[in-house]
């Protein structure tokens, strides 16, 4: 089992920056591969990017493409998620996810934990 802990979101204005965490605890972390979703109102998760056990190549939707980086530190069994440049239209809950595997996906049907989400606002 991995609990998944998601913090850092907020309010925040069109241009600006934030960094998302994901704390995860249980389950070898430093094994799995992690992945950040979002959900806006009225809409379905999205895949935003996924990041391999190693933390190399990550990989990212095209909407968020040099904007937003994904990083990890397994000494601290923690994911992040840099997003710069934001838009209203990133607006919505992020959502951290863990995989049993190491490699990563990008549908959310492949993760296996998840976290409870944190709001992302985006004002214009």
């Known amino acids: 089992q991995v609990q998944l802990v998601e913090s850092g979101g907020g309010l925040v204005q069109a241009g600006g920056s934030l960094r998302l965490s994901c704390a995860a605890s249980g389950r070898t972390f430093s094994n799995s591969a992690m992945g950040w979703f979002r959900q806006a109102p009225g809409k379905e998760r999205e895949f935003v990017g996924s990041?391999?056990?190693?933390?190399?190549?990550?990989y990212y939707a095209d909407f968020v493409k040099g904007r937003f980086t994904i990083s990890r530190d397994n000494a601290k069994n923690t994911v992040y998620l840099q997003m710069n440049s934001l838009k209203p239209e990133d607006t919505a809950v992020y959502y951290c996810?863990?995989?049993?595997?190491?490699?990563?996906?990008?549908?959310?049907?492949?993760?296996?934990?998840w976290g409870q989400g944190t709001q992302v606002t985006v004002s214009s």
């Open positions: 996810a863990a995989r049993n595997s190491g490699l990563r996906a990008t549908s959310p049907r492949l993760f296996d934990y």
């Open positions: 990041i391999s056990w190693s933390g190399a190549n990550p």
